[in-house]
């Protein structure tokens, strides 16, 4: 069976950091992969520099959108075109170690698991640690991940062989936690690997440190996508905003 690992990331504008990005695949140790970029109509340089490095890395699949859809376009537009067996995610300004692909499919093969995800560090822009690491539960169910999301799109993998291909709910903000809820509904846990396998690049300008504003898109989530009622809803927001406020305490 192939162990070709089909990598998504979405770009918009990203030109600051896409380069570390795209090294920090190129080093992984697992080399039988495709790296599938969307660009999301960028205004900056991120097609350039996509475009430059492509031209030695020939593993890389760039696809442009004719127009700024959103992260869930493009994520699921690079999945529709994945050829692995396993799915991978990865954002424009992240950076994965370099055992990250053959650690997880090493847990994943020898535990028979279908979606794991691993712990990372966190960085500020310039990549100071300023926050400790996050470190992720062993497993997590689907009711886990309605009061916390403690799954990030820097490190989860996805056997598709085992739970098939799905797309993220287009919504504005949240799609992946319904990428995710959709495989929980499939497996009963993703499995968490206790050693940090990236860094996650925490942005001052990032909308989803601000837990006020993402409250609204929260409980529209629970409301209009997984339909759960007002009363569980608001015990799960409850929780959310209590346990988010915690993840990014210094």
Not at 134 to 160: G, H, M, Q, R
């Amino acid at each position: 069976m192939s162990d070709l690992v089909s990598i998504i990331t979405p770009v918009y504008n990203a030109e600051k950091y896409i380069k570390e990005t795209l090294t920090s695949v190129r080093n992984q140790t697992h080399e039988h992969w495709e790296h599938i970029l969307v660009d999301d109509g960028s205004s900056d340089q991120s097609l350039k520099r996509i475009e430059e490095f492509s031209k030695t890395e020939p593993r890389i699949r760039l696809i442009k959108l004719p127009e700024n859809s959103g992260p869930a376009v493009a994520r699921n537009k690079a999945i529709s075109l994945a050829k692995g067996r396993y799915l991978a995610f990865l954002d424009a300004d992240d950076i994965w170690f370099d055992f990250h692909l053959k650690d997880s499919l090493k847990v994943m093969k020898t535990k028979d698991y279908a979606f794991v995800f691993a712990s990372y560090k966190r960085s500020d822009e310039d990549l100071n640690f300023v926050y400790p690491d996050f470190e992720v539960p062993s497993k997590v169910s689907y009711t886990d991940i309605l009061k916390s999301n403690s799954i990030s799109c820097l490190t989860a993998v996805v056997d598709i062989h085992k739970l098939g291909k799905k797309e993220m709910p287009l919504i504005r903000k949240r799609q992946d936690m319904g990428l995710w809820l959709k495989y929980l509904k499939e497996t009963q846990y993703a499995h968490g690997i206790k050693q940090p396998h990236a860094i996650y690049r925490i942005r001052e300008n990032s909308l989803s440190r601000n837990k006020f504003n993402l409250i609204k898109y929260q409980w529209e989530f629970y409301r209009k996508v997984e339909n759960i009622n007002a009363l569980r809803s608001l015990y799960y927001i409850t929780l959310w905003t209590y346990l988010g406020y915690k993840k990014y305490k210094k």
